[in-house]
Structure formats: structure tokens, C-alpha cells
């Protein structure tokens, strides 16, 4: 075979990533889908890349040199199997097959054993950056064997985005098996929270100021120049700024059905982190707000219920507006937290060596939540590695300080002006049971041991205990 990587599945993103990686010297791509007329397509569009048409599996596999590469793209699921097994026929012991779909990490996990034990290198990557990622240059989230990513890893750090001052590519060996899917996950559910987030404070501007998009667009351009300085900001502005491309001059979101779709992965996020027990509460309100969205019944019934007369009265627009741009910094450091926190616990269930200040470095740029604040969460890591949470680094705490009383007044503001603001809220909730020094989890307690004997542990005493509630309320000791 000629072609030293091939990549299978010819949507969107297939064909980018194989744009991609025919651009890169020293590079030969054959291309593969199972309706062969879209592979030639692709390569009559882009007579440039020089890709290797395959029709078959079979011609796929012939067309690769030894020990070959291949990377699938197509619909996570039931079709990855499908083309897995497909290339197992064809392919040989020592090749590398690369998942680079959105695959449940639990299906990588399986899928990389069973290939294993068929003497199959199988790579779960999670790819980030959407379609114009693909193309010029995604955030790349490697899993399975170190041995797989020596040979993998240096054309995947030819293709992926480069940050940072020393432009090093977004990618790193995240871990064995299905640590990539699961820190891609992980990505999409922070996402998710940082979207909601967003929304939010567009929602304050508009609900409890009155400010149209056009104006909001600045803001947020302005936002973008400081500590917010990200792409989801920066496409926010974007978007606000936009008018109906039907014509007229009425703001584009005005006219756009206010339902969020969502594919996924973030709930799987939610998901885990219950089973985890890592609370997430940023991201669950996010896919709780996404579903709520969508539910135009109890919306409909909704529309009857009563609200506050009027929203709050706002003295000074600009004080305001820097508090929510400071809360909106504080919520999105405490889902990053969350996060974070979630990928440590995986981390340790499925047995991988995250970490965590390479993850920050790989997702600066490339990928959807690249943000100038994860230069300073890969600092925050690099200083102190065994940071506990996020929060403890000087750089977070000290914003959380400065943010916090702004913070509180812009929850107290929306609920008094009946504006929801479920991810704002919730992680200023977060902030503060993690600084409470007693929570009301001691009364939890005493409430189990009351209907169901599960006992409590005393702070005075070693042990667990017993009240005898319907008896005498004497103490007894449990073991
Ligand atoms: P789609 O998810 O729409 O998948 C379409 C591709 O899958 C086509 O090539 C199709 O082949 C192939 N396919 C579907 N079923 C089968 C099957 N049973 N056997 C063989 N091939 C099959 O394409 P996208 O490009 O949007 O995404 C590809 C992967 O990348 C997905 O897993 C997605 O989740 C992931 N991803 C997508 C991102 C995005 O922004 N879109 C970002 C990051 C990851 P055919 O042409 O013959 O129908």
C-alpha cells in the first residue's frame, strides 16, 4: 500500500480530517465510505489532497502500508461496530485502528479489550473542534495503549491546533482504553455549562436591563478583550450582532425557536458524574435547562403562572454588568472545577494516569471550549500538580474573592426579577456548601437513623452510632 494513514467515513468530518491530514507533508490518505460515490466525490472536490480512493474494505486495507493506520468516522454506536468489525477482516494483527467518533467510553473500553485480545491496536480519540476543527486543526483526546500512541502520536501532533507560546499541539496520550472518550465527554459536558452560562448572562442584559442583542453583541465584545476571552464568547457576539438573513433588521435570535437540541453527550456527563458521586451541578442544570427548553407542553401551562411585577430596578447599568460578566467568570471556574473533579474520579474507577495539567494544555486551542483561561488552569496545574480542586490555585480563588459579592447580587437580582438563572445559581449554591463549615448533612443523617437505622458517625468519638428513637433515645454503639 501506498498511503501511510487512511481514514473511513466521508461525512463532514471524515472528509476534513483527511483534508487535514493530506496537507501535512510526508503524508498519503486513501479514503474509504461505505456509499463508495461520496469517497470519489471527496476526492474530486479536493484534487489537492491526492487522497487514494478505496471501494472496498479490501481495497482499503490494500492501499495502506504496513503496519497500517486507519481512523473511523462515522455515527457513534451500532455503525462503529460495524465498520470495526469490517476492518478486522481485512486488517492484520500490529494495525492501529483509530475511533475518532463520539463513542460512549464504555463501548471504547470493550471494544479496545476485544481488539487487544485480537492483536488489534485500538485507538478511542476524541476529536474536538467541530467541522473547521477537523480541517485545520482539532483539540485531539487519545486513548489506548502507549505503545499505540508512539507510533500514532507523532501524526496526530502534525494535525492537531497549536497554542500557546511554545505552539505545542493539542494533543497528549490521555490514558489507556477509554480515557479519551471519557475525558472528550468530560469536554462536551463543561460545554454545555459554559453555553448555559453564557445564556444566562445574555438573559440578565436583556430581561432586567432591557438591552437588544445589537447592544449585548458588545458587551460581549468587550468581554472577550478580558478574562472571558474565548471562542463561545466570541461567537456569542456573533451571533447576537446577527440580523434575519431573510432580510429586515430584526435580530436573527429573535425569529429562532428558543428549543436546544442537544446529542448526548452531555448528559452522559451528568450520568457518570451521579454514578461517580462527583457533583456536577453546573453541567446538570445545563442539560436540565436544554430539556426544559424543549418541552413546549408544560411551557404552554407554564405561561399561566405568575411572576414578579417588575425586575429589579437597576441604578447603574455598568456596575451591573460587571458583576455579571464576574459571576459568569466565577460559575465558569467552578464548572471547570466540576469537571475536572469528574475526570479524577473516572480517573481512578477505570484505572488511568490523567493528567490533568496536559488536559487544560490540549483543549487552548482547537476545540470548542478553548479559552485564555485554561493558560491558566495548565499554570494552576503545572505549579501545584496535586491541586484538590481547581478552586485552591491563588489564580481561581482569587477571582472566586473578587467575584463573589457581585455574584450574590446578580442571583438575588434575578430571582427577584423571576429571570432563571439554574447554572448561575447553583454553582454560587456550590461555592457556598464547599465553604460552609457545617452543613445541614449532619441533620440528613440523624433523619436516616431515625426511619432506617443507618447510624451516624459522631465528631467527637470514633465509630458509628445508633440513637434508639423509639425507645428510650439512648445511644448505642454499632460496631
Ligand atoms: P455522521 O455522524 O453523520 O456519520 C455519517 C457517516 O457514517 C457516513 O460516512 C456514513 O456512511 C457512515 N455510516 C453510518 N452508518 C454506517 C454503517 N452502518 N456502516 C458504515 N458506515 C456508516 O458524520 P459526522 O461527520 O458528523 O461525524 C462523524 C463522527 O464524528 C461521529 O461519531 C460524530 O459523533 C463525531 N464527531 C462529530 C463532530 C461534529 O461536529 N459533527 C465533532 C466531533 C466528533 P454513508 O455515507 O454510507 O451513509
Given amino acids: ?56 474494505m479490501a481495497d482499503f486495507a490494500a492501499s495502506l502500508a504496513r503496519p497500517r493506520t486507519a481512523v473511523i468516522m462515522v455515527k457513534a454506536g451500532a455503525p462503529t461496530d460495524a465498520v470495526i468489525n469490517e476492518l478486522t477482516e481485512v486488517f492484520e494483527p500490529g494495525d492501529i485502528i483509530v475511533d475518532g467518533g463520539n463513542a460512549d467510553f464504555h463501548d471504547t473500553i470493550r471494544r479496545e479489550a476485544e481488539l487487544r485480545e485480537k492483536g488489534f491496536v485500538f485507538v478511542g480519540c476524541g476529536i474536538s473542534g467541530g467541522e473547521e476543527g477537523a480541517l485545520k486543526g482539532p ?23 497549536r497554542a500557546g507560546e511554545d505552539d505545542s499541539p493539542c494533543v497528549t496520550h490521555v490514558g489507556t482504553d477509554g480515557a479519551g472518550h471519557f475525558v472528550k465527554m468530560v469536554h462536551n459536558g463543561i460545554e454545555y455549562a459554559d453555553m448555559q452560562l453564557i445564556g444566562e448572562a445574555y438573559d440578565l442584559l436583556r430581561r432586567v436591563l432591557g438591552y437588544e442583542p445589537a447592544k449585548i453583541a458588545e458587551v460581549f465584545a468587550e468581554w472577550n478583550t478580558g478574562d472571558l476571552n474565548s471562542y463561545l464568547i466570541e461567537i456569542t457576539a456573533e451571533v447576537l450582532r446577527q440580523t434575519d438573513p431573510r432580510g429586515g433588521d430584526e435580530p436573527l435570535i429573535d425569529k429562532v425557536l428558543d428549543a436546544a437540541g442537544a446529542k448526548g453527550t452531555g448528559s452522559w456527563t451528568v450520568q457518570n458524574a ?114 484538590i480542586t481547581l ?53 440528613t443523617q440523624l433523619q436516616r437513623d431515625f426511619f432506617g437505622a443507618h447510624t451516624y458517625r459522631r465528631i467527637d468519638d470514633e465509630g458509628s452510632f445508633h440513637t434508639l428513637w423509639s425507645a428510650d433515645r439512648s445511644e448505642v454503639s454499632e460496631g
Wanted: charge should be negative.
Fill in 391 to 443: 478552586l485552591e490555585a491563588p489564580v481561581f480563588s482569587e477571582a472566586l474573592t473578587k467575584a463573589q459579592q457581585g455574584w450574590r447580587r446578580v442571583v438575588a437580582t434575578a430571582v427577584y426579577s423571576g429571570v432563571p438563572t439554574p447554572a448561575l445559581s447553583t454553582s454560587l449554591a456550590y461555592y457556598d456548601a464547599l465553604r460552609s463549615p457545617r452543613l445541614p448533612a449532619a441533620l
Fill in 274 to 387: 451521579l454514578d461517580l458521586g462527583v457533583p456536577v451541578s453546573g453541567i446538570a442544570e445545563a442539560v436540565f435547562a436544554r430539556s426544559l427548553s424543549s418541552d413546549p407542553e408544560r411551557r404552554a401551562v407554564g405561561q399561566k403562572l405568575p411572576g414578579p411585577e417588575r425586575s429589579v430596578w437597576i441604578e447603574d447599568p455598568h456596575v451591573f454588568i460587571n458583576e455579571v460578566r464576574d459571576s459568569l467568570y466565577a460559575a465558569k471556574i467552578i464548572a471547570y472545577a466540576q469537571g475536572f473533579d469528574e475526570i479524577v474520579a473516572g480517573a481512578k474507577k477505570y484505572g488511568w494516569d490523567i493528567n490533568l495539567g496536559e488536559i487544560a494544555r490540549i483543549w487552548r486551542a482547537g476545540c470548542i471550549i478553548r479559552a485564555g483561561f485554561l493558560d491558566q488552569i495548565t499554570a494552576a496545574y503545572v505549579e501545584h500538580p496535586d491541586l
Fill in 139 to 161: 483539540s485531539l483526546m487519545p486513548g489506548g495503549s502507549a505503545e499505540g500512541y508512539r507510533t500514532l502520536g507523532p501524526i496526530l501532533e502534525t494535525i492537531a491546533a
Fill in 1 to 56: 500500500g501506498v498511503a501511510n494513514i487512511g481514514v473511513t467515513g466521508m461525512a463532514v468530518m471524515g472528509s476534513n480530517l483527511a483534508r487535514n491530514l493530506a496537507s501535512r507533508e510526508g503524508n498519503t490518505v486513501a479514503i474509504h465510505n461505505r456509499t463508495t460515490a461520496k469517497a470519489h466525490r471527496v476526492a474530486e472536490e479536493h484534487p489537492e489532497a491526492g487522497f487514494v480512493v478505496a471501494e472496498t
